[in-house]
């Protein structure tokens, strides 16, 4: 069963780091709070995915059908190896007390969390192999929309998002920059445009926007500062870098889903021998996967211009 890490921070009441841990990545990103992870055994899953149905007709009186059969593809998914490990000086805990480990350790949590959610939708497993393939690099054919056709972008019409969203099996979630919220929520306040935009919270209290009832998931920064979703991607007619894209998914156990050989493994090193530091280690051994071909759709070659109908 796949559950997400608000889901699994509930699983031991007795374990308070590792579950305070695991709460930390879901607050410090969007994407994580809302992708469900599912638990596998071993370094690798394997699953098949539908590639087309078998035939059916009509048939007449006395006529028989024709025989065919559905296409199953086969797929498999190498989980990753992502984590860290944090060093508290002794001397900072005498002059600060405990509390100041704990401030690290955030840190360090919110580090990892906007690392890997920059990974699930940018990563590329051929430029760098110790990562899975994000979103950017696993859409394509009919997943992948366009907003136009002008080189450098063209501006997001809300037709075409309807169509984006359309691609998707039963959508739970969009995808986006804090700067295509500010254009939506621009669009909605004028007469001409619209867009049906409303409000939620979340599981921390925390308000989130929505577009015909699909909660947005921020992409904003990493962990080196850099947005992970901005104007600086080719558009659909050329080679100029001033376009974005948007993601339309449908997170859940059979569709688009997060990958885990078990929990988070936090463990407290406690004084290690090279130095006076206290050490706390995060591994997880971790993955993506989309077990269906309408679970996810990549709307791209968006421009930073006013929405239009």
């Not at 899953?45 to 048939?59: I, T």
């Not at 001033?242 to 339309?248: E, M, N, P, R």
């Not at 156990?253 to 706390?280: C, F, K, Y």
């Not at 996967?289 to 679970?295: D, V």
Request: aromatic share 6%; net charge negative; proline share 3%.
């Amino acid at each position: 069963m796949a559950i997400t890490l608000v889901e699994a921070s509930k699983l031991n009441p007795g374990d308070v780091v590792r579950n305070a841990v695991i709460e930390m990545f879901a607050r410090s990103s969007d994407i994580l709070r809302v992708m469900p992870f599912q638990d596998i055994p071993g370094g690798s899953y394997h699953y098949n995915q539908e590639g087309s149905l078998p035939g059916v007709a009509f048939r007449g009186v006395n006529e028989a059908y024709t025989a065919s059969a559905g296409v199953i593809n086969p797929q498999v998914e190498v989980m990753r190896i992502a984590g860290g490990e944090l060093d508290v000086d002794k001397a900072l805990l005498k002059m600060h007390g405990e509390g100041v480990r704990s401030s690290h350790e955030a840190m360090k949590v919110k580090a990892l969390s906007l690392f890997l959610a920059k990974k699930m939708i940018k990563g590329d497993s051929v430029a760098e192999p110790r990562e899975f393939d994000g979103l950017q690099n696993r859409i394509t054919g009919s997943q992948l929309i366009e907003a136009g056709t002008t080189n450098g972008g063209d501006p997001l019409g809300l037709t075409v998002l309807d169509e984006a969203i359309d691609a998707v099996d039963d959508p739970t979630t969009l995808i986006l920059s804090k700067a295509m919220r500010r254009l939506l929520t621009a669009a909605a306040r004028t007469t001409t445009v619209g867009g049906f935009i409303s409000f939620d919270v979340d599981e921390f209290g925390r308000k989130v926007t929505m577009y015909n009832d699909l909660p947005m998931a921020i992409a904003d920064q990493d962990e080196a500062g850099q947005r992970i979703l901005a104007f600086d991607e080719v558009g659909t007619g050329g080679a100029t870098a001033t376009a974005q894209s948007l993601y339309v998914c449908s997170f859940g156990e059979n569709m688009l889903t997060g990958l885990q050989n078990g929990i988070m493994d936090v463990e407290d090193l406690g004084e290690i021998d090279a130095s006076p530091v206290m050490r706390t280690r995060v591994d997880w051994l971790v993955g993506l996967a989309a077990l269906h071909g309408r679970s996810a759709a990549r709307l791209r070659g968006i421009s930073n211009a006013a929405v239009t109908a």
